[in-house]
C-alpha cells in the first residue's frame, strides 16, 4: 500500500499479529526491515514485482533491530537482491550475524539465573529459530545521525533509537513528518491484528527507553509508522506516546508495590506472574515476555542502589536495600 508518493507499506503477518515493512522508491530504494527467513519470498519479492520494481534495483534494507521477525530475512533478499546492502545498528550487528549469540543474549540470557526465557518452550524456540533464518554478513551499520539519500530532492534521517534493543534504529521522514520506529515503541502492549493485546511491552533498558521517548517527541512528527502497531497521526502520536510513558509508570509502581510486599525477596520469574495481570490482559501464555520489562525495571533500581540481588532458596532474588528511597523509583516515569 502506497502511505505516502513513492513510499510503501507492505504488509504480512507473524503469528496474530501484524507485520510490516516499509520500501521507499527513487533513484536509491531503501527497505525498512525483511521480515522473517519466509516474507522475501511470500511477500516482500511478490510486492516489488505488483509495483514494477526489480529486486536488483534495491540500494539497501536496515534491519530496525536485532528480532527473527525484522532480519530473519536477509539471506534470502539478499540472494534476490544483489548488490543491495544490507544495514543495522552497530550495537546489534553481532546479535544479527549469530544466530547462537542472538539466542543466547537476547532470548535466553536469563534462563540461567531466573529460570524464564524462549528456551523453555522448546515449539516456540523451534518456530522462532525457523523465522531467522540463515544469517547474513551485515555490509554497513549505523549509531544515528547519518542521511541516506533517496534521491536529490528526498533523503531519511537514521535515528539511533534503543530501548528495545541497544542498536535499534527508525528512520525519520522530514517531508512527511513521519518516523518509521520498528519495535522502538510499545505503548501498552503489542496487539493482535483485531486490536485486543497480544504482548507486553518489551523494552529492555527503563533509561534507554524513555530517552527514546524524548529523543521522538523533539521531532517534528505527524505520522508514527511501525512494525507491529497501528498507525498514529496528529493527535493520536501525543496520545501513544503517553500511553508508552503510562506503562512504564505503571510497570515502576508495581515492582515497587510487590519488592514492599516481599521482603524476603522476589525471583524474576514472581514478578513475571505477580505483577503480569496487574499491566495488562495479555494472553497466559505470552505473560513471560515481561521479563524484559520486569528486568529492565529491577536493573534501574539496582543502578539507583535501591535494590540489591540475594539468594533465596536457590533463587536469584530481589530486595529492597536500608537506602531504598521511593522518590529514586520514579526518576524515569
Not at 525498512?32 to 526489480?54: H, M, N, Q, R, W
Not at 525484522?70 to 537482491?81: F, I, P, T
Not at 526465557?117 to 529459530?129: D, F, K, Q, Y
Request: hydrophobic share 40%; charged share 20%.
Amino acid at each position: 500500500m502506497e502511505i505516502f508518493p513513492h513510499i510503501h507499506q507492505i504488509p504480512s503477518l507473524v503469528a496474530d499479529r501484524n507485520l510490516y515493512q516499509y520500501l521507499f522508491v527513487g533513484d536509491n530504494p531503501v527497505l525498512i526491515d525483511t521480515g522473517a527467513s519466509y516474507t522475501p519470498d511470500e511477500v516482500i519479492l511478490p510486492y516489488l514485482k505488483a509495483i514494477g520494481i526489480s529486486p536488483s534495483s534495491l540500494k539497501m534494507a536496515i534491519n530496525t533491530h536485532a528480532d527473527a521477525d525484522h532480519h530473519g530475512g536477509n539471506d534470502s533478499l539478499k540472494q534476490a537482491a544483489g548488490e543491495m546492502l544490507l544495514a543495522c545498528g552497530d550495537p546489534d550487528r553481532v546479535m544479527i550475524e549469530d544466530v547462537d549469540y542472538l539466542f543466547a543474549n537476547r532470548y535466553d540470557q536469563w534462563i540461567g539465573d531466573h529460570g524464564v526465557g524462549l528456551g523453555t518452550n522448546a515449539e516456540s524456540t523451534a518456530w522462532v529459530r525457523k523465522m531467522v533464518g540463515t544469517p547474513r554478513r551485515i555490509d554497513v551499520t549505523f549509531c544515528g545521525g547519518e542521511q541516506i539519500a533517496i534521491d536529490d530532492k528526498r533523503s531519511l534521517k537514521v535515528l539511533h533509537v534503543p530501548g528495545h534493543s541497544d542498536g535499534h534504529l527508525a528512520v525519520y521522514d522530514a517531508a512527511n513528518k513521519a518516523v518509521f520506529v520498528g519495535d522502538a515503541l510499545h505503548g501498552a502492549n503489542c496487539p493482535t491484528v483485531n486490536g485486543e493485546p497480544s504482548l507486553p511491552p518489551a523494552y529492555f533498558s527503563v533509561l534507554a527507553y524513555v530517552g527514546t521517548l524524548d529523543f521522538i517527541e523533539s521531532f517534528e512528527v505527524d505520522w508514527i509508522y511501525s512494525a507491529h502497531w497501528p498507525t498514529y497521526h496528529g493527535s493520536q502520536v501525543a496520545d501513544f506516546l503517553t500511553e508508552c510513558r503510562k506503562f512504564v509508570k505503571d510497570a515502576s509502581e508495581i515492582v515497587w508495590k510487590t519488592l514492599e510486599t516481599h521482603p524476603e525477596g522476589v525471583s524474576l520469574k514472581a514478578f513475571i506472574d505477580e505483577c503480569g495481570l496487574a499491566l495488562g490482559n495479555w494472553p497466559a501464555a505470552n505473560r513471560w515476555l515481561l521479563m524484559y520489562p520486569m528486568h529492565g525495571h529491577l536493573a534501574y533500581l539496582e543502578l539507583q542502589g535501591a535494590v540489591k540481588k540475594n539468594k533465596f532458596e536457590g533463587r536469584t532474588v530481589w530486595t529492597l536495600t536500608a537506602a531504598a528511597n521511593k522518590g529514586d523509583h520514579f526518576a524515569t516515569a
